[in-house]
């Protein structure tokens, strides 16, 4: 492939680095498929950004609840410097960028930063990013996404009171989009109720059926397409299921098969009325994995439920307390306690349609990865993705955005975001 031997050494190393790459709902960077090499240019501008973004999805599971962040630092047209936040608590990705510099023997002196996050002004695990810049003899940094929290945000003033010219560019969307999770966290906390970034996951049929009507799902999608799904699961910080797919499916939701788990999430149950069956694989398997059962909070004090919960919690299964809302447990507070109780960044829904209609009627639903098999049921009473809504016209349609659409094998993963 002469093509790709002609590429300069930093796009085959960012090729490399592309192995390692996540495959979940993020958008994939647009790959850097040519030298773009004069640096006056958005272009120039938008292919680092896409660059820092790859580097930094790759910590995705290791860094939260902090931001995903990548830096690219470059001189004369020329990247002398990569770096990305690896796991939380460490180096922050400009301090990483910085120390590739000096691996690679080049001075960041009247270099320019590229980061997908403002650099931040304040000493938390690591000293202010804005310091280390200022000190290196940055001449030029340039951001996608302004720092939302309170106590990091105006890296950019300090910066150009530094001397050092500062922008934020909108040139690429995967930038933007890599510190989503951490930001609505953010977001949410300041407005009053803090939530965790949502990913609904399902596998359907080319009819859009997620099980027959006798309720039989396992399975629709490929072994290779749950192999991706096992991967996702080991970086989200909870996965969420309802009692219909226990009572249907009897799931364990770990990530298994997968060779660098991430983190373990908690697997979490909707059951407002504590029916979970003591039986079921989740409840034998709490003392090994972290498991909750959401149920109403009346019901969590109440008399006649007493002996359930002794023997939920005798088996290991943490009860959840959570608000009702019109007929089931108030999904906005399940989610908000486990943003606050379990300090969860990311949440994987892997139920049926109720719980999947549920969420999103409340409007829950952040991103959705859709897995489609070559299938058809065409069978009315099987069962849909999600239900429960009443949408008399198309203008009521929940909008979506496609950001991604992948072949795997014989089956179809589409990454959508919220409309
Ligand atoms: N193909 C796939 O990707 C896939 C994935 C998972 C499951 N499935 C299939 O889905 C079917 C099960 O679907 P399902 O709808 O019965 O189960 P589900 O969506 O997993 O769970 C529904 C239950 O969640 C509980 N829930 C708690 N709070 C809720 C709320 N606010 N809104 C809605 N529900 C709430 C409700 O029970 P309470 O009111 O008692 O709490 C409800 O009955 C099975 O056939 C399974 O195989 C398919």
């Known amino acids: 492939m002469p093509e790709r031997r002609n590429r300069p050494s930093f796009l085959l190393n960012a090729s490399r680095d592309r192995k390692g790459a996540v495959p979940w709902g993020l958008a994939r960077p647009a790959r850097v498929s040519s030298p773009v090499s004069d640096p006056s240019t958005p272009k120039f501008d938008r292919a680092m950004l896409d660059l820092a973004a790859r580097l930094a999805v790759r910590a995705g599971g290791y860094v939260e609840p902090n931001p995903l962040v990548g830096c690219v630092i470059t001189k004369d047209a020329r990247i002398i ?129 997620i099980a027959t009507r006798t309720g039989e799902s396992q399975w629709i999608s490929s072994e290779h397409s ?67 059962i959401a149920c109403a909070k009346e019901l969590a004090t109440a008399a006649i439920t007493a002996d359930k919960r002794r023997a939920l919690e005798a088996a290991g299964v943490e009860l959840l307390p959570v608000a009702m809302g019109a007929r089931s447990i108030d999904l906005r507070d399940l989610l908000h306690q486990l943003a606050t109780r379990h300090d969860a960044t990311n949440i994987l829904i892997e139920s049926g349609p109720g719980l999947l209609g549920g969420l999103f009627e409340a409007d829950l639903v952040d991103e959705a990865m859709v897995y489609i098999a070559p299938m058809l049921l065409a069978d009315a009473s099987a069962k849909a993705a999600a239900h429960g809504r009443v949408v008399p016209s198309l203008t009521q349609a929940r909008p979506l955005r496609l950001l991604r659409a992948k072949r795997i094998g014989d089956d179809v993963e589409l990454a959508y975001r919220r409309g």
């Open 81 to 209: 410097g990569l770096g990305h936040h690896k796991r939380f608590g460490g180096l922050h990705a400009e301090r990483e960028a910085l120390a590739d510099c000096a691996r690679r023997n080049g001075s960041p002196h009247g270099s320019t930063a590229y980061v997908t996050l403002e650099p931040c002004t304040h000493t938390g695990k690591q000293p202010p990013c804005t310091d280390a810049l200022i000190e290196a003899g940055v001449a030029r940094v340039v951001f996608a996404r302004p720092d939302a929290a309170d106590q990091s945000r105006g890296g950019c003033e300090v910066l150009r009171a530094a001397g050092i010219r500062v922008e934020c560019s909108d040139a690429s969307e995967s930038a933007w989009r890599l510190a989503e999770p951490w930001a609505k966290r953010v977001r949410t906390k300041a407005e009053g109720l803090e939530l965790p970034w949502v990913i609904a996951k399902w596998a359907q049929t080319i009819d859009g059926r």
């Open 226 to 292: 749950r192999r991706r799904v096992h991967r996702l699961r080991a970086r989200v910080d909870a996965i969420l299921t309802g009692l219909g797919t226990v009572l249907a499916d009897d799931p364990m939701l770990t990530a298994r098969g997968v060779r660098r788990t991430r983190r373990t999430p908690r697997r979490v149950i909707a059951d407002t009325h504590l029916e979970t069956p003591l039986d079921c694989a989740l409840v034998r398997t709490a003392r090994e994995v972290p498991t909750s």
